[in-house]
């Protein structure tokens, strides 16, 4: 199937109340080792922020390092490309439902939905090659593979963590939602008399329906799957504990699909 058809053919794509306080670490100058004069008033301790909590789910703390560290991984996310920057409210969201998944993930067989080496190393390949940001940078090769994370505040160690948790994500909703879904060759067809054909110009040819009914196969399991994620995100937000305690952060409660984050 030529390029120009396969564009047209994509689908569209997303108790105990828990109380947390910031982490602080203080220390005068004599716990530092400085030497101080004893006829002199001891300067008075400093509190050094190191980290804070802004939001709790089922007990799990989320802090804002994790809410900068999932802005700067947007750059990652091939769904971000040309969309404007995300907002901590957002990331938040994003991590909000992750944790979700992943307690989830862990509940029901943490084994089953672990990928492989190899599978990270594709999919990390696969981001080299087609990510829009990456273009300037020749992500490609190693040089410029570093000047693009480097540039970004991005570690290699990072990204890797991160992928394995999209392709994680991957495998679960595969395992999960994909088994015993099943396209009738009548959504097929009514797919393609009333959704591809429709796209192309009057004259042009029309790829005959045995040539793409395999993609819009997968199109409409993928939409099916999607359909049912998002239910199944949206029960455990419902279900959930979940608090933000940065006021800042705070938004009104919608259905989320950042969590799959265009895995």
Known sequence: MSNRNQMRLKSKYGAVRAWAMAVCLGASGAALGFAQDASQTPPPAKAVVLDRVVAVVNNRAILASDVDDEMRLAVLDPSQAGRSVLTPKKALEQLISRALIQQQIRQEDEQAAQPTQAEVDARLAETRKELPACVRFNCTSEQGWKAFLASHGLTPERVESYMRYRVQILRFIELRFRQGIRIAPEE?????????????????????????????????????VSALFDDWLKNLRKQGNIEVLDPALETPEAPDQAGKGGA
Not at 201 to 221: C, M, N, Q, S, Y
């Open 188 to 224: 097929i067809e009514a797919y393609y008399r009333e959704t591809l054909s429709p796209q192309y110009p009057a004259g042009e040819a029309i790829p005959p329906l045995d040539k793409v009914a395999p993609r819009i196969e997968e199109i409409l399991l993928e939409q099916q």
